[in-house]
């Protein structure tokens, strides 16, 4: 795992998804490298799949067949008992969101990894939302020259926001997006509220992470 990971907030992602998997009670591996490659490939998002086969009210079981051949194929080729080359094995991600949570890590902010584990949480859907929303946002931002925003929110997890925030200068950015994110679990009545500000000058460049939670979630 640690071979194959290439950015910070996997691991910390993984274990997250993996101890609420296994509150779940559902999925069921031969080998823990099994669960992490279906990590890989597809999330271990499998609350809806839990809801839908348990709906009957009787207890189900979701098991994976083998999903190590990835892995098998990769190091049978760099230690040489395989000629045919083979990928390293990778987290399905845009490359826009990579380069996002790279930019993250790379900032040193306080909460840049409840930030990036944010980014990590949202499923297929949600990422595309977001990374449209972004791409508007810093269209906006650069024709009228002045600060964008974009939200997501959701319902699990007692509730939750995701703002996005950018700018073409720094100006009172971050304190924006602090009052922003400060305001909307008391407006929205969610659990915790994440936001990040971004300069889109010549380089991108993480400026400003914020976390903010509900008094009950405090």
């Avoid at 194929?73 to 990579?98: C, F, M, N, S, W």
């Avoid at 040193?108 to 944010?118: I, N, T």
Wanted: aromatic share 8%.
């Amino acid at each position: 795992m640690a071979d194959i990971i290439d950015l910070p907030p996997v691991f910390p992602h993984y274990v997250k998804r993996r101890v609420h998997t296994a509150h779940l009670g559902l999925l069921e591996a031969h080998d823990e490298l099994d669960i992490f490659s279906y990590y890989l490939a597809e999330g271990l998002y499998l609350d809806d799949i839990a809801a839908a086969m348990r709906s009957d009210g009787q207890e189900s079981r979701f098991g994976l067949m083998s999903y190590t051949g990835a892995f098998d194929d990769y190091y049978a080729y760099v230690t040489g008992i395989r000629r045919t080359p083979a990928p390293k094995p990778v987290q399905r991600l845009h490359p826009e969101l990579r380069a996002i949570i790279e930019r993250l890590d790379r900032s040193g902010l306080p909460g840049r990894l409840d930030a990036s584990m944010a980014l990590l949480d949202l499923g297929d859907q949600g990422r595309k939302d977001l990374l449209r929303y972004i791409k508007k946002a810093r269209q906006i931002s650069q024709r009228e020259c002045r600060a964008s925003d974009v939200s997501l929110q959701g319902i699990h997890h007692g509730g939750w926001g995701l703002t996005y925030m950018c700018d073409r200068q720094s100006g009172n950015l971050a304190e924006m997006l602090r009052l922003y994110c400060a305001r909307k679990p008391r407006e929205t009545g969610v659990r915790t509220w994440i936001g990040f500000a971004e300069l889109i000058g010549r380089e991108r460049q993480i400026i400003s992470v914020t976390v903010s939670r509900s008094d009950a979630a405090a």
